[in-house]
């Protein structure tokens, strides 16, 4: 595999930026024509930077409508911004049309109070204004987001709006040569950071100071944007499933995992999750519960080629009854997958609470995370994730920090004895 540097160089070909940008805006329009939509009308941050390119900066994201883009028919995506940032769009994002680059008209999910009337009126003659000079108009408009003061003022303009999300899930599911290798980034980042927190975990600090360490270390690399969260959950926080951090002491011998819920790396987001034992070895019970996890996860990645569905990875993991529950949602997440890429939350999901039922077929090119967990209540648990890219004739693993075992930080000599049974 490539898994070049991450810089930019002029004597060797890493990640042909202009490349993914085409291959992302068109694939995002076939995906559009595919669905019978005139134009896409996209709200989400995920989708903005898939068809436009350009960053939304963490103070925009939660706020759908103050930034947005469009995609109609065959001419470029038009990118609407909050107030002036548009002229740093132009200077910084040249690939779009400088004419492409507006100002929107946000009411920001109707905190603007009586005045989202008017913001919304301007908001959807412009969004018409688009559809008729590409001559979409009277089409259908795909829609990631429904704001509830839209529903009325669609209505009232004749604008016939429909679900668009499904059509960029499509189109983000299958990623080309470059987004592969943003992944692969991703988890050589991921790797580092996992040894980071082996080097630093130590009995005594607490959940937060290792969390902001590792935070710290991700911040310093290049071309980190944003990292949605540090999970370190330690001890009986580990099990059942908490996946927080807190001022929690650290104590000798206790179980720890870490996560790296969606480290961002020039959009191309992580999930990856390992276990470790502080202060000692784990018990034989801790290495025989891990063992099981570790078993349902490779038992699942076995199942992943081109051609097989969903179901034949969900159907390798236990039912929720294995911890005596009555439901498959009960245990949501505890073995779970789903795609990575600009969102945490690509196709496929994969869940025995759907995917038993409702199979997705496995496609070449598909990015995503499995995970599986187990413990014992309020006591520990144990976690573990690998990020996978699928291949034509394998199955590629990012994420190489050691799994095959709890890894053991700062043994005490001598500590690990006849007695450590009886103190679990």
């Known amino acids: 595999m490539a898994n070049f540097g991450m810089l930019g160089m002029d004597w060797q070909q890493r990640i042909n930026w202009d490349r993914l940008r085409t291959y992302r805006l068109e ?11 005139g134009a896409l009308l996209l709200m989400y941050d995920e989708n ?61 999910k109707g905190a603007a109070g009586p005045a989202s009337d008017q913001q919304v009126k301007k908001f959807t003659n412009a969004v018409i204004q688009e559809m008729k000079k590409s001559n979409v108009h009277g089409m259908k408009l795909g829609v990631d987001f429904i704001d509830i003061n839209l529903i009325d003022a669609f209505k009232d303009a004749g604008i016939e709006w429909t679900d668009g999300m499904t059509a960029m899930m499509e189109a983000r599911a299958i990623k080309n040569e470059d987004e592969q290798e ?32 590792i935070m710290e270390f991700l911040y310093n690399i290049p071309g980190i944007e944003d990292v949605e969260d540090v999970i370190v959950s330690s001890g009986p926080n580990t099990w059942p499933n908490w996946r927080n951090f807190s001022d929690r002491i650290i104590k000798p011998g206790e179980i720890v995992f870490m996560d790296l819920a969606a480290l961002t790396w020039n959009g191309y987001k992580s999930c990856y999750y390992r276990t470790y034992c502080v202060g000692k070895e784990p018990t034989e019970h801790q290495n025989e519960i891990y063992a099981e996890a570790l078993k349902w996860l490779y038992d699942a990645i076995r199942e992943v080629k081109p051609g097989a569905t969903t179901k034949d990875i969900a159907s390798k993991w236990p039912s929720a009854e294995i911890w005596g529950y009555k439901e498959e949602d009960q245990a949501a997440a505890n073995l779970w997958g789903h795609g990575l890429g600009l969102a945490q939350y690509d196709q496929p999901v994969i869940s025995r609470i759907w995917s038993l039922d409702h199979p997705l077929e496995i496609k070449e090119g598909m990015v995503f995370a499995l995970e599986t967990q187990h413990g ?49």
């Open 182 to 213: 943003c992944i692969r980034m991703v988890g050589a980042i991921g790797d580092a950071a996992h040894w980071e927190c082996m080097n630093f975990l130590k009995p005594g600090l607490t959940e937060n100071q290792v969390t902001a360490r």
């Open 376 to 424: 014992i209540p309020f006591e520990w648990g144990v976690r573990i994730e690998e990020m996978l890219i699928v291949h034509s004739d394998r199955t590629e693993i990012v994420s190489n920090f050691p799994v095959e075992k709890i890894t053991t930080v700062k043994p005490i000599d001598g500590y690990a004895s006849k007695y450590a049974a009886d103190r679990k």
């Open 48 to 108: 903005i930077r898939y068809v436009t390119s350009t960053l939304t900066p963490g103070w925009n994201k939660l706020k759908p409508g103050l930034r947005y883009a469009m995609l109609c028919g065959d001419d470029a995506p038009v990118l609407f911004e909050q107030g002036d940032i548009g002229m740093q769009v132009k200077r910084h994002s040249p690939w779009l049309p400088k004419e492409n680059v507006r100002y929107s008209y946000a009411w920001i």
């Open 27 to 37: 694939r995002a329009r076939a995906k559009m024509k595919e669905h019978g939509l």
